[in-house]
């Protein structure tokens, strides 16, 4: 079975920077591209990032420059750096298998960005 556990959301400063981390389960993770994507209040899901086998990363223009996703295969673990965060980076973080937003994902972790 699929499992994926985020970590590390909390309320932070606009301009602040912020580490994200997912630990997966019960598959082959370094086989596998993830991703990170998010839900804001009120809004559908967005996709983030997604990161290749070998730690090749990709990015959505929103995030392009500020964010960088990174992988540790022999820990079965994925990360998300947020540097020079925005009010409009609150929002749900999840990590999901695959390069998509339809993926299986896990329970999320919020991310506030507030002064």
């Known amino acids: 079975e699929v499992q994926l556990v985020e970590s590390g959301g909390d309320v932070v400063q606009p301009g602040r920077s912020l580490g994200l981390s997912c630990a997966a389960s019960g598959f082959n993770f370094s086989s596998y591209w993830m991703s990170w994507v998010r839900q804001a209040p009120g809004k559908g899901l967005e996709w983030v990032s997604s990161?290749?086998?070998?730690?090749?990363?990709y990015y959505a223009d929103s995030v392009e420059g500020r964010f960088t996703a990174s992988r540790d295969n022999a820990k079965n673990t994925l990360y998300l750096q947020m540097n020079s965060l925005k009010t409009e980076d609150t929002a749900v973080y999840y990590c999901?298998?695959?390069?998509?937003?339809?993926?299986?994902r896990g329970q999320g972790t919020q991310v506030t960005v507030s002064s």
């Open positions: 999901a298998l695959g390069s998509s937003t339809s993926g299986p």
């Open positions: 990161i290749k086998v070998d730690g090749t990363g």
